[in-house]
């Protein structure tokens, strides 16, 4: 009888010798224990169906073509207020670490994953990529969506400071007013 699989090892060590992960990326802190974080391979991101991309991508296009450019700043930074309301319920949280979580599992919600990080006093929310990674290369202003979301639930104003190059990384800067 062979020995008992851990599951969650076998799964990576399949992906990763099948070259659909890279090397981790860093540690997501859990309750029970870290839990390591991985990055796909551009390779792996085609086996996965996104409809949405060429959806989004085309829609930013076309709302480009009939916008001025703060018309579709207002209509981006709308949806990230809806997307907020969405995950709150339209009320902020607790305090403001609490309030930095709910942010964290609302940008989870529409597919990322983000850790806080402290840089030199001020608190930064990164992720090892991006919801949107298919549509930001192309229109980089989508992000504003992101950064409204996070700034809506925090309740301070947040900067958004994203990687767009090769694999795109979610990065945001809270101004706090501290």
């Not at 659909?20 to 990055?39: C, D, M, N, V, W």
């Not at 076309?62 to 995950?87: C, F, H, I, N, Y």
Request: charged share 25%; proline share 4%; glycine share 8%.
């Amino acid at each position: 009888m062979l020995p008992p699989v851990n599951t969650s090892v076998f799964t990576r060590c399949v992906l990763y010798s099948c070259d659909l992960t890279s090397s981790q990326t860093g540690i997501q802190r859990g309750t029970r224990k870290p839990h390591f974080a991985y990055e796909l391979t551009s390779e792996a991101e085609k086996l996965f169906p996104k409809a949405y991309d060429a959806v989004l991508t085309q829609l930013i296009a076309v709302l480009k073509g009939q916008l001025t450019p703060d018309a579709l700043e207002k209509a981006l930074r709308e949806v990230g207020s809806a997307l907020a309301r969405s995950q709150t319920g339209g009320k902020q949280h607790g305090d403001f670490e609490t309030r930095l979580r709910v942010a964290l599992t609302a940008l989870e919600a529409i597919g990322g994953t983000a850790r806080i990080e402290t840089n030199g006093g001020n608190c930064v929310i990164t992720s090892d990529g991006c919801p949107l990674a298919a549509v930001v290369s192309e229109h980089p202003e989508v992000c504003r969506i992101a950064e409204t979301l996070m700034s809506e639930i925090i309740g301070e104003k947040v900067q958004e400071r994203c990687d767009r190059g090769g694999s795109p990384r979610c990065r945001f800067e809270v101004m706090t007013k501290r």
